[in-house]
């Protein structure tokens, strides 16, 4: 072991050290591409007219949000939850995210007789949740106010007004917007409620939404 | 990790790794005060990986962070989300543009891709779309009186795949346009959407779907021109955010993409901010597009310029400028002016004082 060695580090071990890091580094910026065709791993290469993350729309949700609710006797109690939405986008123009029913029929249904009915309230102008009806808001858009919002379990009518999901065949309500690329993804909570008296039948409720997410 | 089990196994050693050796082995075992001063952090986050046995070895700086800067390397590869939902779905592209003949076809793929963790049924379907307003707020229906592109579609691919995690689904097909068909602009949207079950039993279940958005120009005498403006703006900005918005209009018969760039200098000629923007500008609409500047500075003064290109060729808009000044700073004048004002008041008022006791003697 030399002096020079014992000081510290020598050029020749510099020499290595910066060798390999800068080999490791260049070596994923240059590599160039491979084409990826159908069924394989996605990771890295060429899709369609894209590379590997640049000018597609990614969009995850949760797949569904429970409501559970427990009637009382002369109350009308309400549970409030949220499902989270993502959009990731490297469109200079940003995206749109809106929401509608999946079918024409908006009412939350047993499979029997039951039903549990949209609220009246539009996006534009929601209303206060009223019992046997079910509704949605997103805070900070449209006329829903900031809230926050938060989740309600067989507890009161909340404060915050909700809007109905539109039918399939209707123009569907804009959730969440962007007019700059969305990257890494933007997040949005989409607040679902429903309330119930003592004469609500006992059940499962269901229904379907489709969150629908184009560039702009 | 390879270092890590490389330094454990020892044996076999070859070129470039026993090198690396040789700098993990010094004879003093020991971080110098200053290391540990200046690069606790990094020391803090290798030990975290295991490392402690092989840093109590490495002596200088640089070697900390070569090994910083491969570890960065490697983990920073890939863009990942912060906690990865189970449910990822992709389309790319998310935009097409197509040129056919009338009576012709033209040949398209649309790639669907499951960056999630879970494997998700995807079902592609095919809608009309139009837009409305100003924003561009999109519509998936047809709009009344106007032909339907969507019915043009044919996949030449199964519609429904189960994509597992990680993997692509490539679905191809064709745009065939009816003979006869007038020259111009036509629109509709292949979406890749998952089917999901109600997991819950009850509630809202959510299915989710991505866009493909299909610009198709059926080829023959179109007509392309466009207009831009730019809105205006105060003198005096104290926003955090501005606003600059361009409504580029389309009087043709046919979509153009424009690209808006901005730029945005100081004083001192410096760029504070630069922008590009690309759209579609769909036929017989107007679309306002809307880059947002965050200014940094408490105050300045700055040169807005915006190109827009459109299809006569790039127009500039009138250059513009504003003068920037975050409220704090008109608090802090007014409190200044405020206190002038206080002290001049009492400066003469002293005067006065002065001037009457004077007067009394």
């Known amino acids: ?216 | 990790m390879v270092l890590d089990v490389y330094y454990r196994a020892g044996g076999v050693e070859l070129g470039l790794m026993r090198k690396a050796r040789d700098l993990l082995t010094p004879p003093r075992p020991v971080l110098s005060r200053f290391h540990k001063a200046h690069f606790g952090g990094l020391i803090l986050f290798l030990n975290f990986f295991g490392y402690s046995k092989v840093m109590k070895r490495v002596r200088h700086p640089l070697t900390i962070i070569a090994i910083f800067v491969v570890i960065v390397t490697f983990f920073t590869s890939h863009t990942t989300y912060a906690a990865e939902p189970a449910q990822l779905i992709n389309v790319s592209p998310s935009s097409t543009a197509l040129s056919v003949e009338p009576g012709a076809s033209a040949k398209g793929i649309v790639t669907v891709i499951n960056q999630g963790t879970t494997s998700f049924q995807t079902k592609l379907t095919v809608s009309p779309y139009y837009v409305k307003n100003l924003q561009y707020t999109p519509s998936f229906t047809q709009l009344p009186g106007t032909i339907d592109p969507s019915t043009w579609v044919q996949f030449t691919s199964p519609i429904t795949a189960t994509v597992e995690s990680k993997k692509l689904f490539d679905a191809t097909y064709t745009v065939t346009v009816p003979a006869g068909t007038a020259p111009g602009g036509y629109y509709a949207v292949i979406f890749a959407e998952t089917d999901v079950p109600n997991d819950a039993g009850s509630g809202v279940a959510a299915r989710s779907r991505v866009g493909d958005i299909l610009y198709i120009t059926v080829n023959g005498n179109v007509t392309q021109a466009g207009t831009a403006n730019a809105a205006n703006l105060p003198l005096v900005i104290t926003q955090d955010q501005v606003p600059l918005l361009v409504t580029v209009g389309n009087q043709g018969s046919v979509h153009f993409q424009t690209t808006i760039n901005t730029n945005i200098k100081d004083m001192f000629n410096q760029t504070a901010f630069s922008y590009q923007a690309n759209a579609y500008v769909l036929p017989q609409t107007a679309r306002q597009l809307t880059t947002t500047w965050s200014p940094q500075a408490a105050v300045g003064i700055y040169r807005i310029e915006q190109t827009v290109s459109l299809p006569k060729g790039e127009e500039k808009l009138p250059i513009k400028w504003v003068v920037v000044v975050k409220p704090w700073v008109i608090l802090v004048l007014i409190a200044i002016i405020i206190l002038i004002i206080l002290t001049l008041l009492f400066m003469v008022g002293r005067r006065i004082q002065k001037g009457k006791e004077s007067h009394h003697i």
């Open chain 1, 1 to 216: 072991m030399t002096g020079k060695q014992a000081k510290g580090i020598s050029l020749q071990q510099f020499a290595v050290i910066a060798a390999m890091t800068i080999l490791t580094a260049l070596g994923s910026l240059l590599i160039p591409p491979s084409v990826v065709t159908a069924n394989d791993t996605y990771g890295s290469g060429s899709y369609g007219s894209c590379t590997y993350n640049s000018c597609g729309i990614t969009f995850s949700a949760d797949a569904a949000v429970s409501l559970n609710v427990t009637p009382a006797a002369g109350l009308t109690q309400c549970s409030v939850a949220s499902a989270t939405v993502q959009v990731q986008t490297d469109s200079s123009t940003g995206y749109t995210l809106s929401m509608t029913d999946t079918d024409t029929d908006t009412t939350l249904n047993d499979g029997g007789s039951g039903s549990i009915a949209t609220t009246s309230g539009t996006s534009a102008s929601p209303t206060a949740l009223t019992a046997g009806k079910w509704g949605y808001r997103v805070d900070g858009i449209n006329g829903f106010g900031a809230g926050p919002t938060s989740a309600v379990s067989s507890g009161a009518v909340p404060s915050l007004n909700f809007a109905a999901v539109p039918a399939s065949n209707t123009t569907p309500d804009t959730i969440a917007s962007s007019s700059v690329a969305a990257n890494p993804a933007v997040s949005t909570n989409v607040w679902f409620g429903l309330c119930i008296n003592a004469t609500q039948r006992s059940g499962n409720y269901t229904d379907s939404v489709t969150y629908t997410a184009v560039v702009n």
